[in-house]
DNA sequence: CGATTCTTTGAAAACAGTCAATCTGTGTGG
DNA sequence: CCACACAGATTGACTGTTTTCAAAGAATCG
């Protein structure tokens, strides 16, 4: 049973799952709730990477495959549960269950499927077109997040998204 | 052999590997040269997603599983030489060989690494440093390619661009 | 060489960021 | 339950950066 290599934790809104120059070892799915992972940079400004909702996954990639400290925050932004399981007893699993790697990659192929479709708007759209693309792309998330995080996954300044929202509001 | 299930092309430079519309059923990688990953938006400006040197993989990963026309031009900016691994055969592969899912999903792996990086760069730099970032992450691109394809991967205006390199040149 | 494409430069306009002040809502302790 | 404090969101004025457009200057290739 999954339950035999991986452990169940709460978290409250506000706590972190992750803080930086910690060493991730684990793959973390989110059972509730709703975590972003953040970075901050040299001038104390906070740009967010990913928000993970219910059925997704979240962690460090880099920390976990390199062993290295991690650069980011991972922090619950609402009341959450996620499963752990660790890199040792996640391995230990795709050797046992040989289609468990196919459904790993499957999982990587979609991640790298969204990512791509970030970059392609990072780098082609405007500001106001950024926020709209995540609008119709992700409407749940849109609802949910509080704007100033928002504005730092998007790359832009909370100004710059609250302007934007109230002229795209009316219409 | 890796030659039974699969065909080597030779493109010279700004021939296409693949052209928006088509749909792309292979694993490429490349041997030799340059190729360049980019879509054309609705005012007819180019977005450079990928650049892929030797011993790198390109193309469209959403219309290989898919089976969806592709978004993506792939064009030679070099003279160049692909291994052409059809999806089919690679799959087939995939199952005889168990330790090579494994390599693929250590290639995915570091693909995404890759993308995370980028993105975190574009949302977190502006323009010079991202120029600089890139020259310091690629030195090998950042003098292969040309300028305004550069700018294009970089979500910047050709003249921008060049106005960073002369700023950047002194000193 | 000539033609084409890429790169650079300049000036103006559009865009986004910063700083500071105000407004809003939320939650906490008295 | 209210008042207060606090964080988040909005607004305005200003500054700085980036884009756009147009033109001139390299570089490349047949």
Redesign the interface.
Known sequence: MIESVSTLKKLRKHQFLLQEGDIWNFNAFVCEGCFRRY?I?ENG?E???QFSIENWWTGD??SL?LGTPSKFNIEAIENSVVLLIHKDQFEMVCEKI?SF??T??SI??K???V??K???A???LTAEDKYLHFVQTSPQLASRVPRNMLA????ISPETLSRIRKLTARK
Chains 1, 2 share one sequence.
């Open positions: 970075h940079d400004n740009h967010t990477l990639r880099e495959n040989p790697s196919n790993i990659s990587l192929q991640s790298m499927t990512s791509q970030r970059i392609q990072d780098i082609s730092s996954y998007l790359g």
